[in-house]
Structure formats: structure tokens, C-alpha cells
């Protein structure tokens, strides 16, 4: 199973991690970067299905192809920030984390906008016809 796959990558980058912050410190951070790229090559790889999901639900459904890819950018935007955030708590960056945070969710809702608009555009369409 990929869980597994990628449950043992985490701990051999993290046991590779503390044994190299005691050996060579230096290298500990490019150990625990290049084992966070494989990390998510990996989950990328997963995603791939998620995707043709997506794909079948616009197809089935008929809603607009603009609408899904907003949702996913939004999806991609709280992964990376909640992805960015750790990391650099990881890294005793507490406060810089709390900004990425931040800057997130004003991303999230700049990309939510075009949503409500359509939505709001919907529900006066529908209040019309009554």
C-alpha cells in the first residue's frame, strides 16, 4: 500500500535527520528537504487518480469545468500552506508560519470569489422566476 510506502519514508528521513543533527548538523535540513520532495512526489503520484474523479463528477454532472478547477487550486492552497506552516514550525519559525497562514486564507478567499459570484448570480436567476 502507498500509506505504508510513505510512513516508512517519513521515519528513515526523520531517524536520518536526529542522527545527522548530532553528527553533521549542516546536513540535517538537505536530509529532511530531499526526504519531504520524495514525500511528496509520492503523494502527487496519488493525486493522479483524484483527479480523474474530478473529471468523471464534470462529466456527469455537466457543472462548469472553470468551477472544479477552482475548487481544486483552493484544495491545493490550503494543502501547501498547512504544508508550509508545519515546516517552518518544524523549523522554530512560529511567527512566520502564523503569516503563511495568513496569506492563505486571503488566497483562499480571493479564489472563492468567482464562486460567489456565480452563486449569488444563481440565487437572483431563481428569486426572478418566482
Same mark, same amino acid.
Given at each position: *500500500?502507498?500509506?505504508?510506502?510513505?510512513?516508512?519514508?517519513?521515519?528513515?528521513?526523520? =531517524?536520518?535527520?536526529?542522527?545527522?543533527?548530532?553528527?553533521? /548538523?549542516? =546536513?540535517?535540513?538537505?536530509? *529532511?528537504l530531499?526526504?519531504?520532495?520524495?514525500?511528496?512526489?509520492?503523494a502527487?503520484? *496519488? *493525486?493522479?487518480e %483524484?483527479?480523474?474523479?474530478?473529471?468523471?463528477?464534470?462529466?456527469? %454532472?455537466g457543472?462548469?469545468?472553470a468551477?472544479?478547477?477552482? =475548487?481544486?487550486?483552493?484544495?491545493?492552497?490550503?494543502? #501547501?500552506?498547512?504544508? +508550509?506552516a508545519?515546516?517552518?514550525?518544524?523549523f522554530?519559525s512560529? +511567527? #512566520?508560519?502564523?503569516?503563511?497562514? #495568513?496569506c492563505?486564507?486571503? %488566497?483562499?478567499?480571493?479564489l +472563492?470569489? /468567482?464562486?460567489?459570484?456565480?452563486l449569488?448570480?444563481?440565487? %437572483?436567476?431563481?428569486l426572478s422566476?418566482l
Open positions: *500500500m502507498e500509506l505504508f510506502r510513505i510512513i516508512g519514508i517519513a521515519i528513515v528521513t526523520a =531517524l536520518t535527520v536526529i542522527i545527522l543533527k548530532n553528527v553533521k /548538523p549542516e =546536513l540535517a535540513f538537505a536530509a *529532511m530531499a526526504g519531504v520532495i520524495v514525500l511528496l512526489v509520492a502527487l503520484d *496519488m *493525486m493522479k %483524484t483527479f480523474s474523479v474530478f473529471d468523471e463528477l464534470v462529466a456527469l %454532472t457543472i462548469d469545468n468551477v472544479v478547477k477552482i =475548487l481544486l487550486k483552493i484544495i491545493g492552497v490550503g494543502y #501547501l500552506t498547512e504544508f +508550509s508545519d515546516l517552518l514550525n518544524d522554530g512560529a +511567527s #512566520l508560519a502564523s503569516k503563511v497562514e #495568513l492563505g486564507k486571503i %488566497t483562499i478567499l480571493a +472563492s470569489l /468567482p464562486i460567489l459570484r456565480s449569488l448570480a444563481l440565487i %437572483t436567476d431563481f422566476l
